[in-house]
């Protein structure tokens, strides 16, 4: 809803804008969820609470991002296009998220049939193999009694199969999943986070803000409040506190602050700069949906494989072997 919300406000004029008149027509005109959020927002406004904490955004990682959307709208008297960049954001990793999950009925249903599929094998044939061995030989071998305890154990065994396959791939889930501090370890929500800094930082070099303010904006929500001073402002674009503005970005700050570039061609730069990120962001999106169940498949084959040769064919090959070498002797 408030994804919906900002949306809303994001598709009003820029330089008209008027926060609690805006809030106070999407209630009226809105259907009831959205205008119920609407006037709630408008009335905390009107007794003076932050607009960041009107929201009520209880994840840490949004309220960073949409914090900063906010402040740098605020100082550039872009709010609406801040707030529609970061709904933007929001609408499109969730399309991305939907995809993902789409993806994952083919790999858990493979998933479950291959753990149904062991298990049925196993409870059902190392019974058949300890009988056949019986017909031939009165002491069983260690590695059948091994079998019979698996067969006892078959419902571990088969929380054993799954785990091992539903670890590589929660392992790859993990890094694609942001991290408390806001900062992501890989993968298109990082992508579209950093092309979202980019396009904050081009609202505020072409409202010809300093450098200096435009690094506060930048840095504000990602490193402590004890770092972000003026004797550490060259040393926090140099460094990587500033997780979420790619190096090029940073670099381009370098160029307009030392005067080898203009604000207009700057602003152009980092344009086309968020374009390419946020492309390579839905290119990652698509090999996510496209990764997935091909690495679940290879992660199945394997256990398959191995599952098969150690608790049937092996056993069957051993077998057959020590039956041929007591006929031959």
């Not at 298990?119 to 017909?135: D, G, N, V």
């Not at 409202?207 to 972000?228: F, G, Y």
Request: aromatic residues 8%; hydrophobic residues 45%.
């Amino acid at each position: 809803m408030l994804i919906k919300l900002c949306q809303a406000l994001g598709c009003q004029a820029p330089h008209k804008f008027s926060l609690v008149k805006q809030l106070r027509e999407l209630a009226k005109s809105s259907d009831s969820e959205l205008a119920s959020v609407a006037g709630s927002v408008a009335d905390q406004l009107q007794s003076g609470r932050p607009f960041i904490d009107s929201l009520g955004l209880a994840h840490a990682t949004q309220r960073n991002e949409l914090a900063a959307c906010i402040r740098v709208g605020e100082a550039t008297d872009q709010l609406s296009v801040t707030l529609r960049q970061w709904a933007t954001m929001q609408t499109a990793n969730t399309e991305s998220e939907r995809a993902l999950r789409a993806a994952l009925i083919y790999p858990v249903g493979l998933v479950m049939t291959t753990w149904i599929s062991i298990t049925w094998a196993s409870w059902r044939l190392i019974p058949e193999i300890a009988k056949t061995y019986s017909l031939f030989f009165q002491d069983f071998p260690t590695w059948i009694l091994w079998l019979l305890f698996l067969r006892q154990q078959i419902w571990w065994l088969g929380i054993l199969i799954v785990g091992s396959m539903v670890l590589p791939t929660a392992l790859w889930f993990r890094k694609q999943l942001p991290l408390r501090s806001g900062t992501t370890l890989g993968g298109f929500r990082r992508l579209r986070l950093e092309a979202l800094c980019i396009r904050l930082t081009q609202l505020q070099i072409v409202a010809h803000r300093p450098v200096k303010e435009i690094l506060e904006n930048c840095i504000s929500n990602t490193v402590p409040e004890q770092c972000a001073d003026d004797e550490n402002l060259t040393g926090l674009i140099l460094d990587q506190y500033i997780s979420h503005l790619p190096t090029e970005a940073r670099m381009l700050l370098h160029f307009v602050e030392s005067g080898l570039l203009s604000p207009s061609d700057t602003a152009e730069e980092l344009g086309q700069l968020a374009s390419l990120i946020e492309c390579h962001a839905n290119d990652a999106s698509d090999r996510n949906v496209r990764f997935l169940p091909m690495l679940v498949s290879i992660i199945v084959g394997v256990v398959v494989l191995i599952a098969y040769i150690g608790l049937i064919y092996l056993p069957w090959v051993m077998l057959l072997t020590r039956i041929g070498e007591e006929a031959g002797s």
